[in-house]
Each structure stands twice: as structure tokens, then as C-alpha cells.
């Protein structure tokens, strides 16, 4: 009788000690009860000016780690093929980017796999940066010293989610692969950028992400079919009404990417944690701000 009752305990208690998480899973929980409206892309002027200012330290920092991962000079092949040399876009402007990106994702495919190419990557550093917010990332370059650096840069990381890829974007077949595509213009004259612009936009399946962080391709994204999400991202194959639809959905996606609690979690909470993943929602150990409502 004594050993069945201390059977019995040994679950019970089990079980205490993982419901005694609750706290962690309803710092996932909370937030969604009301969800609050987060616009995709913050203006850079409306910025407390503490995050400002760790934004151009920030920027500042990966421009220097650029310069150090980068030290080769430009092939002279690439430079005959109309190449701008491995110029990087800011840190900052190219995180809100993708992380505006990944929020639209959680709309368009929830709970797929996510694949993000960038098309001229240069040594790498924009491909590895991508990684902590798609499942795989692939950086295609057409300088052959270039893509060595990216490819053994990828090669150190701690995890397996990176490729290089030497080839050409103006002849690639394989851009409908991805969900997210980054190109940084690329190349050096813009009749090439256009060629590549419209190749890019008739591969890819409808619904299909892509971020150009440069004016021109404003101009010309109508008749290359792409409809304005947000900042510089673009929804391929699909009306401005649609992209709107897209965006005021994306807007009430929660903002985290990282797992911060995971290893934490007990399994109990499973399911409750996926739920919440695929909105956007992390658990947290520090206090979430409380809602609006519960202090008036
Ligand atoms: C302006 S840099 C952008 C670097 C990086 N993507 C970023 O945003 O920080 C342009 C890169 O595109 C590469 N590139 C230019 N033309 C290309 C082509 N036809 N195919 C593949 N890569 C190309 C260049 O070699 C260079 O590394």
C-alpha cells in the first residue's frame, strides 16, 4: 500500500513541478489575450533616442566586422561583369527589413519551413545575420572570392542553416525556391539591375517575399507585378489590396524571434508553446509591461 502511494506521489509531484512553469507559458499567453497592433517597420525617427543610438553604434560595429570578414579585393572578372563590390547595407536597416519579413511569413505560411536567398551576398555577412529567422538561408555570388569567404565563413558557424552558392543572378533558375528574397543592388548599371529585377519577379510563385532596399525598384514594382507590403518589402503576384490585407495581419503577429525559454519549458506545455510560436510569441523570464487596460 505504502509503495503504491509513493508511486503514485512520484508523477504527481512531477507534474507540480512543471505546472509551476505557468508563469514563463503565461508571459507567452498574456500578450495574446489582447493583441496589440506593432507596425512592421518602426520609422527610424520615431526611435527612443537611447535605441537610436545603440543602432549606430550597432551599425558602426558590423561595418567594421564587414571590413574584417571581407579583405579581398574585388575579382577582376566580377568588375567586367558590371559587379558593385561587396558594399554592405546597414545592420539596422537590413534587420527591420527581415524582420518585417518574418512577421508577414507567420501570415503566409505558418508553421512551414522558411527559406531567405540573398542575391549578391558578398562575404556573407547579411546570409548569417538572416539565420536566426528562417529555417535556411542561401547566399548566391557571382565574385569567386566572394563566395569562398561566405562559404567558409558558413562553414564555422555553430549550426548548419547557411549556404554559398557562386553563380550569377542574371542567369539563376532557382529563385521560386525561397520565401524571402534579398537583393541590395547588386549590380553597377541599371538596365543589368532591371534584367535581374524582372527574372527574379517571373520565377517566383505568388506570394513570394522580396526586400530591395533601394528606390528604383519602387518605381518599377508595379509592372513587375510586386504590390508594397511595408518599408522595402514587396508581396510578388498579388494586388496593393492584397498586400495591405497582408500587412494590417503581420501587424498583430507578436514581434519575437528568438526561443529565449525554450529550454525551460516542461513538455506539458507543448502544445500552448507552438500555438504561440507560430503568432509570434516567446516566453520570457523578465516581466512583459502590463497591458494599457490593467492599470487604467
Ligand atoms: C552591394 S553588394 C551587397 C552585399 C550584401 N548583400 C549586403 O546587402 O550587404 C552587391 C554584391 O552583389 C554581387 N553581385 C553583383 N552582380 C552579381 C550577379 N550577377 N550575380 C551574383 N552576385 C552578384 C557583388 O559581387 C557584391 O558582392
Redesign the pocket.
Known amino acids: 500500500m505504502h509503495q503504491a502511494w509513493t508511486a503514485l506521489g512520484q508523477p504527481v509531484n512531477q507534474l507540480r513541478l512543471e505546472l509551476n512553469k505557468w508563469p514563463m507559458v503565461e508571459s507567452m499567453l498574456r500578450p495574446q489575450i489582447k493583441r496589440r497592433r506593432q507596425p512592421l517597420i518602426e520609422e527610424h525617427d520615431r526611435l527612443p533616442p537611447t535605441a537610436a543610438s545603440r543602432e549606430a553604434v550597432s551599425d558602426v560595429l558590423f561595418a567594421q566586422l564587414?571590413e574584417l570578414l571581407n579583405s579581398v579585393n574585388?575579382?577582376a572578372g566580377?568588375h567586367e561583369?558590371?559587379?558593385?563590390?561587396?558594399?554592405?547595407?546597414a545592420q539596422s536597416l537590413?534587420l527591420r527589413e527581415v524582420h518585417a519579413a518574418k512577421r508577414c511569413l507567420a501570415v503566409l505560411k505558418p508553421g512551414e519551413r522558411t527559406r531567405f536567398l540573398?542575391?549578391?551576398?558578398?562575404?556573407g555577412?547579411?546570409?548569417i545575420s538572416a539565420a536566426p529567422y528562417f529555417d535556411r538561408c542561401a547566399?548566391?555570388?557571382?565574385?569567386p572570392g566572394?563566395a569562398a569567404l561566405a562559404a567558409q565563413l558558413f562553414r564555422a558557424l555553430p549550426h548548419d542553416r547557411c549556404r554559398a552558392i557562386q553563380?550569377?543572378?542574371?542567369?539563376?533558375e532557382r529563385y521560386g525556391d525561397h520565401d524571402v528574397i534579398?537583393?541590395?543592388?547588386?549590380?553597377r548599371d541599371d538596365a543589368?539591375l532591371a534584367q535581374?529585377e524582372r527574372r527574379i519577379a517571373a520565377q517566383v510563385p505568388p506570394g513570394t517575399l522580396l526586400i530591395a532596399?533601394y528606390t528604383i525598384f519602387g518605381r518599377r514594382a508595379a509592372e513587375l507585378g510586386c504590390a508594397h507590403v511595408a518599408g522595402h518589402v514587396w508581396l510578388a503576384g498579388r494586388s496593393e489590396a492584397e498586400a495591405a490585407r497582408l500587412r494590417r495581419e503581420a501587424e498583430l503577429i507578436g514581434t519575437d524571434v528568438l526561443r529565449t525559454g525554450e529550454a525551460n519549458i516542461p513538455l506539458v506545455w507543448d502544445p500552448l508553446v507552438r500555438a504561440s510560436r507560430l503568432r509570434g510569441y516567446e516566453a520570457t523570464l523578465r516581466a512583459r509591461p502590463p497591458l494599457k487596460d490593467e492599470n487604467s
Open positions: 564587414h574585388q575579382d566580377a561583369h558590371g559587379c558593385f563590390p561587396d558594399i554592405p547595407l537590413f540573398d542575391v549578391g551576398c558578398g562575404a555577412l547579411k546570409v547566399g548566391l555570388e557571382y565574385d566572394y553563380g550569377d543572378a542574371l542567369a539563376w534579398y537583393f541590395f543592388r547588386p549590380m543589368l535581374m532596399p
